[in-house]
Structure formats: C-alpha cells, structure tokens
C-alpha cells in the first residue's frame, strides 16, 4: 500500500537533511520507509583510522528510530529524541554498508521507545535504544 503523500513528504524531508545527504543514507524499501536505512562507509563517515565514526552511527540509529516511528505519528505530531543509548559492537571498515533497522517497542501519547540496529552483512556491530518525545508539529 502506498504512504500517503504528508508521510511521503516528511520521510523526503528526513532524507534531505544535509548531513543525511553527506553521509548518502538511503532508505532500504523506497515503499516501505520503516524498513529502515543503509549508508556506505566512506570518507564523510570515517574516522581517522578509516573505520565507522561511532558518532555517525548514533545520528543513523536516531533516524532509523524515527523512520520506524513515522507511521504512528498523526499528522499534527512529531517527535524529537528525548534519549539515545547505543553500544558499539565492533568496528566497521571502510567501504561496507551498514544497514540500520528500529522497532517501535512502545508508543504513548507523549513518549515512545524504539529499539535499533546496524549489521554489516548480516552482522550485528551496534545496537540502541531511542526515546523520543512525542510532540505538536509547528
């Protein structure tokens, strides 16, 4: 079933943040935004031993959460993060693409919980836990 054209436009917008464009995060599914988002390691997201910069994983941890959250949202709300942990699990090369999936373990009326991943291959080598705070769009 197609998203309809507000989710359309606010999961383009998330696209179009330039940090996102920088880093060329992409979605998994273009008909299914929840499916999360992959990236390719590269010189925008490295650090300097050439490895995956562990605060670009956050970032994308924080926008799979949102991704994943998106459909839930009415379309007078937003949410912006309340809370990240997330664990580096093992380090990533240059050149790999890094896959990273959420689950929306609980929604409130102002508070949801999200629960993500990044896999190289299939690999797990970080998780999280997002919170972020439901809030009104302006």
Known sequence: MPAEPLTDARVQSVLDIPLHRFLGVELR??????AGIR??????SENPARLLHGGVVYALLDVA???ALLPSLGPDEHAVTH??????????????????????????????????????????????????????LR
Not at 29 to 34: I, K, Q, R, V
Not at 39 to 44: A, C, E, K, P, Q
Request: proline letters at 4%; aromatic letters at 4%.
């Open 29 to 34: 599914d273009e008909h299914d935004p929840a």
């Open 65 to 67: 959460s949102f991704l």
């Open 39 to 44: 990236f390719r390691v590269g010189t925008s």
């Open 83 to 136: 809370d990240v942990a997330a664990s580096l699990l093992r380090p990533v090369s240059s050149g790999a693409t890094v896959d990273v999936v959420a689950t929306v373990l609980r929604r409130g009326r102002a508070v949801a919980f999200m629960r993500a991943e990044a896999t190289v291959d299939g690999v797990l080598v970080a998780s999280g836990q997002v919170t972020k705070s439901v809030v009104p």
